[in-house]
């Protein structure tokens, strides 16, 4: 492919031989940190099931935790012992101290040794977990590859009060990935370069190339203000790199009217572009362009590309056959197209309600175009691996830019996870820039999150994913949560079996696109996404560094439930068939996924969530 003329800032970067973060400190505290967090969430899932111990007298609980460490001991596949401190908190869940994980070898005599290790314990637990041989043969690499990553971020770790002055895209940067899954830097396919170039935690600007694509192949969709393909670019691309897209085209003797211009990711377009469309790019159905000239940062979901030469650009999403977290990071064909169709439908909704446009003035970051190439054989097979039919294809996402007030600044809701090397939380940082009293904090979060998805959920029968890295919430001067943007509509917006009124209005294309889900099903999204992927782990950093009780956390969420509930009473009944108020919810989990239900195994769809048993919902309060 073409090599774009770029500044030094921007040329490829060399393998480094000896990357510095590979040194015994910085790999032995994310080592640690890892297996806490593995031991924890496969204790949540029920993968593990630690044994407690007595109550130690000489380690009285802390008065400031409503719950108190307890220590457990779980029996390994050799006779070894691993002990460790944790506390359980919502949602039956475990938060493990890093720092009180021992191995006692199996000899009766044998001392406990600090462990930190979690490879050799995905080794020695192997038949623990039920692993076959394949599937820990893959873990073990993925692990390792989460490791890398981690030792990374650690290395280049800024303080807290640091991370609050970074601009949005700035600040992804240095997110620390997936709070719920312990393999959530995987990224099988990239080598150490490959991360090192294209990892979101290599901070690393970039300007992509572009190809041009036979309309024999490639299908352009946009919204009603682009619903030609020549409206979009002209708002992408400057003047001078449209002609020299269409010169290039036309010193091949190639018609320009019958061509998609959409940029491609290097790593795609080398690893997978030039061997499986070989013949279309033999042929000139494909045809390579130099870069646009304008310079991107992959964001956290590493095949979302933001454009810090122009911010009043696209975002764009570019498909990457690699396999991180549950799914094969592609395009798919059907969903792909649908894009600016849900687009326009989401935001129809949002403009006809006065209490979501007008009160809530929540941002819907839409989907507004798409190009789709489908791949001339796999795409009519249904029975390959899904990864073959997401493999070329771009979606353009509204930015951020324009539609935040001057006084107003954005941050991922995963950002309000973080913790910096010393240990201070991020939300800490800004709960005391704010001059607010933490739970009043809290209190404006919670209203800036849940009465905008309450609406969709209660009113319209529909749900979005507000899980970290999709929910964004929009700060004012004095880093006081005002209100919510939210994105990545097609691929996880999900509407009601139960048919509602609301939902005639609905496209046809719309309809045959979207997921449905019963309405027990469909709370899930808002519990899973945002209350067990996220609070369950906001609510004891506030309890730990801000003195709210976990307690309270959760009545302040309940409260602002039944705010919005009184807030519109006429729709009482679908409290009732949307209700987020049960004792108990499904257990969803992730990591028993790759463990034992999915593993690394191909499948002609993607996976799904896989459900355990049943766990307490704290917003049943007693």
């Known amino acids: ?98 720092d009180t994980i021992e191995l006692r070898d199996h000899s009766a005599d044998a001392i406990a040794h600090p462990f ?3 490879l050799g314990f995905l080794v020695r637990a192997r038949r623990l977990l039920g692993l076959d041989g394949a599937t820990l043969g893959h873990l073990i690499r993925e692990l390792t590859a989460t490791l890398a990553a981690d030792a990374r971020l650690d290395h280049t770790a800024l303080s807290a009060a640091r991370l609050a002055d970074l601009d949005y895209a700035e600040l992804e940067g240095h997110q620390t990935g997936h709070p719920w899954l312990v393999l959530s830097k995987g990224r099988q396919g990239f080598s150490a370069t490959d991360t090192s170039r294209w990892a979101p935690e290599a901070r690393t600007p970039t300007m992509l190339p572009w190809i041009a694509v036979s ?112 799914v094969w990071r592609g395009l798919p064909t059907e969903r792909t197209l649908a894009a600016p169709a849900v687009t326009a439908w989401v935001h129809a909704v949002r403009d006809g309600d006065p209490f979501l446009r007008d009160e809530c003035e929540v941002i819907l970051l839409g989907e507004v175009a798409s190009v789709t190439v489908e791949h001339p054989l796999y795409d009519g097979l249904p029975e390959v691996p899904y990864q073959y039919k997401e493999l070329l294809g771009a979606i353009w996402r509204e930015p951020l830019t324009g539609r935040l007030a001057p006084d107003e600044r954005a941050r991922t809701l995963a950002s309000l996870l973080h913790t910096d090397p010393e240990g201070r939380a991020f939300t800490t940082e800004l709960v005391s820039r704010s001059g607010l009293p933490p739970a009043v904090w809290l209190r404006h979060l919670f209203a800036a999150l849940l009465p905008p998805l309450l609406h969709f959920l209660y009113r319209y029968g529909t749900v979005f994913s507000p899980h970290g890295e999709n929910a964004i919430v929009v700060f004012d001067d004095k880093d006081v949560p005002v209100r919510l943007a939210i994105k990545d509509f097609v691929d996880d917006v999900n509407v009601s079996a139960h048919k509602l ?23 899930q999204f808002i519990h899973s996404g945002l209350f067990v992927g996220v609070f369950r782990y906001l609510a004891p950093l506030c309890e730990e560094q801000m003195g709210v009780p976990e307690s309270e956390f959760w009545s302040l969420v309940r409260a602002e439930i039944l705010r919005h509930q009184a807030r519109f009473p006429e729709l009482k009944d679908r409290y009732e068939i949307f209700d987020l108020l049960t004792p108990r919810i499904e257990r969803l989990c992730l990591n028993r996924n790759r463990l034992h239900l999915d593993g690394y195994r191909d499948r002609p769809s993607r996976p799904h969530a896989a459900v355990h048993g049943t766990v307490p919902n704290p917003l049943q309060l007693s």
């Not at 510095?20 to 910085?26: A, C």
């Not at 099931?49 to 802390?62: F, G, R, T, Y």
């Open 215 to 326: 309309t024999d192949l490639a299908a352009y969709r946009g919204v009603p203000l682009l619903a030609k393909p020549e409206r979009l670019y002209a708002r992408e691309l400057d003047a001078p790199t449209r002609d020299s897209f269409a010169a290039a085209l036309r010193a091949r003797g190639l018609a320009p009217e019958r061509y998609l211009y959409l940029p491609v990711h290097p790593w795609q377009w080398d690893e997978v572009i030039l061997p499986l469309f070989a013949p279309a790019v033999a042929q000139g159905a494909i045809v390579p362009l130099p870069t646009d000239g304008d310079v991107r940062l992959p964001q956290q979901s590493i095949r979302t590309f933001l454009n810090t030469s122009r911010p009043d650009r696209h975002t764009v999403k570019l498909p990457l056959a690699i396999l991180n977290t549950l």
């Open 116 to 118: 930190g290790d979690p």
């Open 501 to 523: 009124p609301e939902h005639d209005s609905m496209p046809e294309d719309v309809r045959e696109i979207l997921l449905t889900e019963p309405p027990a099903f469909l709370t």
């Open 1 to 98: 492919m073409q090599k774009p003329a770029a500044a030094n800032d921007f040329e490829d970067p060399l393998p480094l031989l000896d990357p510095p973060e590979l040194n015994p400190g910085t790999w032995d505290l994310a080592a640690r940190r890892l297996l806490a967090k593995m031991l924890g969430e496969f204790a949540y899932e029920e993968i593990i099931e630690p044994v407690p111990q007595p109550v130690e007298p000489a380690a009285p609980a802390s008065e400031d935790c409503a719950a108190a460490a307890e220590h457990y001991t779980l029996p390994l596949d050799d006779d070894s012992t691993l002990s460790f401190r944790a506390r359980r908190t919502a949602y039956g869940s475990w938060h493990v101290d890093p």
